[in-house]
């Protein structure tokens, strides 16, 4: 029963070793983590939206000509039926065509305070031609073409100099900040390091100054494990920021994603396609986010002992509010070992 639950464990703080980050764990606050659904799943096409998808997605097959221009696709010629492009986003958070921001000298008259112009780099993965279809349709084959094809756009976009990150990320559904509906994600090249990304590496370092070890390789999966693959294994992490969090980590110690190779992508592919329709079926198709957390690109090679790469899966079901917002420190309802025992006993679906 949930009042069981909730008399027989007491809150908990947790920190992070990766992200360098307390988390509250508070089961008074939590329904059973079975009983655990989104109010507010992500929507899938419905026959009455078929004519406004075919007027006007411009994702689809058939309209390349309503977005912005192309950077690649998959497969590489000029063959019409494309599986995967790579495009510019249309309505980009930052501009490639400004002046590298490594040649603007600092300007005296700003009393220490850092501008730069918004110089990078923002594009669009359309994942498929096909509307109706999601990532986790998709055959692990067609997954892993669409890991290659980040792969691939990061490598590129690595030969800017000034470009010191790169960030993936796919928003599912409307509250997950998807504008479009049409399976898709993003790639964000940034001339900064970006601070969640420091504070991960500095975490990083300082357990491994501790211990000679890398924190990610450490972890104990023990009750955390939901399943694992021959090159990956996918778990709810000891501090998970938010209920029913995931991440597929490599077993083997990898500091850059875009170092993967083709048959570990088709071995993620089919572990993430796992761990969504899993996801979708057992918290009711919420809308979610996830994330890769890689390396910056001009680490040096001592720093690679101790930065290991993972994806991230969160699905929306809390909100972030006051206390998060004022804090950096998190409330989680479920307990990381008891929403893996849920994940890992949904049925694999077929």
């Known amino acids: 029963m949930a009042s069981e639950q909730k008399q027989g464990r007491s809150p908990e703080l947790r920190k992070d070793w990766v992200t360098n980050r307390w988390v509250v764990f508070s089961p008074a606050r939590a329904k ?53 492009r790579v495009i510019q986003n249309l309505y980009p958070a930052l501009d490639r065509t400004l002046n590298d921001p490594s040649a603007v000298a600092p300007n005296p008259n700003l009393n220490g305070v850092e501008v730069l112009g918004g110089f990078g780099f923002h594009d669009v993965v359309i994942e498929t031609p096909f509307h109706s279809l999601q990532l986790s349709d998709l055959s692990s084959q067609e997954i892993s073409q669409v890991l290659l094809a980040y792969k691939n756009r990061i490598l590129q976009l690595a030969a800017h100099s000034s470009i010191h990150y790169v960030q993936v990320f796919k ?22 390091v970006p601070p969640n990304v420091s504070a991960r590496v500095d975490s990083m370092k300082q357990f491994f100054n501790e211990t000679g070890k890398c924190s990610v390789c450490e972890i104990q999966v023990k009750e955390l494990l939901i399943d694992e693959s021959t090159h990956f294994i996918s778990i709810v992490p000891f501090a ?31 572990l993430l396609k796992l761990m969504l329709r899993k996801m979708a079926s057992q918290l009711n ?3 979610f986010n996830f994330m890769i957390h890689t390396s910056p690109l001009r680490v040096t090679d001592p720093q690679l002992p101790y930065i290991h790469w993972f994806l991230q899966i969160i699905p929306q079901l809390t909100i972030v509010a006051g206390f998060e917002m004022a804090t950096g420190c998190y409330i989680n309802p479920v307990f990381p070992e008891d929403a893996a025992k849920v994940l890992r006993e949904v049925p694999n679906p077929e």
């Open 285 to 287: 198709n919420p809308p």
């Open 240 to 270: 998970a920021t938010f209920p029913f969090e995931i991440w597929i980590i490599p077993r083997d110690h990898s500091s850059h994603f875009h170092q993967l190779d083709e048959a570990k992508a088709v071995d993620l592919g089919g």
């Open 171 to 192: 928003n599912h559904g409307a509250s997950a900040g998807a504008s479009l509906s049409h399976s898709h994600s993003q790639i964000i090249g940034l001339p900064v």
């Open 32 to 84: 059973r983590p079975s009983d655990f659904k989104s109010k507010s799943p992500a929507s899938t096409t419905s026959a009455t939206t078929a004519d406004q998808i075919l007027d006007g997605c411009p994702f689809c097959l058939g309209h390349e000509h309503l977005c912005a221009p192309e950077i690649f696709r998959v497969p590489t010629s000029s063959d019409p039926d494309w599986k995967i």
